[in-house]
């Protein structure tokens, strides 16, 4: 059975940080690309940052400068560091899993919340 368990969301002032961690079970976690996404109320999921097997990352532009991913094979986790918040990027959070052969593995976590607020 394959979890993705986040952790690490809560409330934050602007400016201030936070660092989410996904960790993975039930998958060879090394052969996944691995991304974080964003779901703000009334809005649709969007992608923040991932980061593939060989470590090459890609980030939203929003985000670019400020929110860094990395992934730790050995631990199974993949991390978002989140930088100088802005209450634009609360939102709930949400880990992906992804692997494409001839068919697609796609996982998701069940999301961790980012308030931004003073």
């Known amino acids: 059975q394959v979890q993705l368990v986040e952790s690490g969301g809560g409330l934050v002032q602007p400016g201030g940080s936070l660092r989410l961690s996904c960790s993975a079970s039930?998958?060879?976690?090394?052969?996944?690309?691995m991304g974080w996404y964003r779901q703000a109320p009334g809005k649709q999921r969007e992608l923040v940052a991932t980061i593939s097997t060989g470590g090459r990352t890609n980030y939203a532009d929003s985000v670019k400068g400020r929110f860094t991913i990395s992934r730790d094979n050995a631990k199974n986790t993949v991390y978002l560091q989140m930088n100088s918040l802005k209450p634009e990027d609360t939102a709930v959070y949400y880990c992906n899993a992804v692997l494409r052969l001839l068919e697609i593995y796609n996982y998701w976590g069940q999301g961790t919340q980012v308030t931004v607020s003073s």
């Open positions: 039930g998958i060879t976690f090394s052969n996944y690309g």
